[in-house]
Each structure stands twice: as C-alpha cells, then as structure tokens.
Nanobody
Framework: QVQLVESGGGLVQPGSSLRLSCAAS????????MGWFRQTPGKERELVAG???????NYTDSLKGRFTISRDNAKNTVYLQMNSLKPEDTGVYYC???????????????WGQGTQVTVSS
C-alpha cells in the first residue's frame, strides 16, 4: 500500500499564501502523476493541479497564475504553492498519486486524507 500524508493547511487571511505538502510512503515502486483536488463548500470535488514525474503540469484554468504545483521525486513529495488566497479557496485539499507498488502491479490512484484550508478575515 501507498500512504499519502498532507500538511500545511490552516487558517489565513485573504491575500495570504500557503504551501501544502504531500509525502508518499509505504510500498512505493514508482509514482507517475501526483496532484491536488479540492472540495469547497457546495461544490463537487475539483482538480486543482497535477504534475507528472517528468515535471509536466496542468491546472484548472481558474487557478492558473495563483497556484503553482511542484514535486521532489527523490522525496516522493508534491507541493502546492497557493498565493493571493481568496475566501472561495476555502475547502479541503486532497493529494493524490498514481502509483505502483511493484514492477508488475497495476497502477492505482491513492488519496490522502485531506487538509483544511480556510481563508477568512
């Protein structure tokens, strides 16, 4: 199994920045795409950003320019730098990773438990 543990959430004021981290551990043979989804009040879970092991990124259009995703392959860790935060960014942010536990195992999507981000004055 692969475990994903997020950190870095919290309560911040509008206009502030936060950096989320998500570290994968356990039986990690290889991780392909890693990224972040979020669940904001009254909305369905939506993709925030993803990044391949080669560094190719994709973002939901509405967040481009404010959020930046990066990863450290040596640490099996993905980051989400969030700038100019708005109240509507409030929600639970979930990390995911598409990984294999052995050379011959199927690729499976693993999820973290989520970290709360609250943007409020």
């Amino acid at each position: 199994q692969v475990q994903l543990v997020e950190s870095g959430g919290g309560l911040v004021q509008p206009g502030s920045s936060l950096r989320l981290s998500c570290a994968a551990s356990g039986s990690v043979f290889t991780i392909y795409t890693m990224g972040w989804f979020r669940q904001t009040p009254g909305k369905e879970r939506e993709l925030v950003a993803g990044i391949t092991s080669g560094g190719r990124t994709n973002y939901t259009d509405s967040l481009k320019g404010r959020f930046t995703i990066s990863r450290d392959n040596a640490k099996n860790t993905v980051y989400l730098q969030m700038n100019s935060l708005k109240p509507e960014d409030t929600g639970v942010y979930y990390c995911y990773g598409n990984a294999r536990t052995t050379k011959f195992a199927a690729t499976t999507t693993y999820w973290g438990q989520g970290t709360q981000v609250t943007v409020s004055s």
